[in-house]
């Protein structure tokens, strides 16, 4: 019963096969039926020997099966060992103390202006980048004293009133595609330098004619 068992087979096919390999000298029954040539088809480094008969183990599904563990039970050193007599109970277990938060980063400090690099006739330009509020851009990208001296040759040279215009026009552009507002120190200079060239340029053209020559005039005349 326990070979049809193993085999998943009928009673009937595992006689036929038994008797077929006894007929075929395969098999040989000493006390049980085993292999014939078993140390022929085993090859060890040791002696073969024929495998000698051992009694039928017990069955699986008689021996006592064990209750699987609870996984929410951990077994301590204390529950195994057995209290001595007259000794007092285990108290609670003592949480472990958690270790003490980490300290939050100290804030890196903003670079502080560098006015001592600003000649005395040009703080007002560094004034006026400080306290203008037209466009969201820091005043560190800025403070290069070398470069606005470059963008005042390409435009013409700049003043405050200039200045004031230009950077409230650059300030509606933002509000109305600020997708188009600069990432780094490098981009807006790039962008303001551009702006500047472009709007004297303009006013350059249209002091001879066109619209802004009209409105020039106007303004003359009033």
């Excluded at 001592?116 to 851009?137: A, C, H, K, Y």
């Excluded at 405050?160 to 200079?189: C, N, V």
């Excluded at 702006?195 to 066109?210: A, D, M």
Aim: net charge positive; aromatic share 10%.
């Amino acid at each position: 019963m326990s070979l049809t068992r193993r085999c998943r087979t009928y009673i009937r096919t595992v006689n036929l096969v038994i008797n077929y390999g006894l007929n075929a000298n395969w098999l040989v029954i000493d006390p049980i039926p085993r292999v014939a040539k078993y140390a022929d088809y085993h090859k060890t480094r040791e002696p073969n020997k024929i495998p000698i008969a051992s009694l039928p183990s017990e069955p699986s599904f008689l021996k006592e099966k064990k209750a699987p563990a609870s996984p929410f039970f951990v077994r301590t050193s204390d529950d195994t060992s057995e209290s001595a007599p007259g000794s007092a109970p285990a108290g609670p277990p003592v949480p472990a103390e958690k270790d003490p938060p980490a300290p939050l980063p100290a804030p890196t400090p903003t670079r502080p202006l560098k006015a001592g690099q600003w000649d005395e006739e040009d703080l007002w330009l560094l004034d006026f980048l400080t306290t203008q509020r037209s466009i969201p851009v820091s005043v560190t990208h800025l403070d290069n004293p070398a470069w606005w001296t470059n963008v005042s040759n390409t435009t013409g040279g700049l003043d405050h009133d200039f200045l004031r215009t230009e950077f409230a026009r650059m300030g509606a552009y933002f509000i109305e595609q600020p997708q188009k507002r600069p990432a780094s120190a490098p981009g807006w200079k790039r962008f303001i330098r551009h702006w500047l060239e472009n709007s004297h340029e303009r006013q350059r053209k249209g002091v001879n004619n066109g619209y802004f020559a009209t409105h020039a005039r106007r303004r003359q005349r009033a």
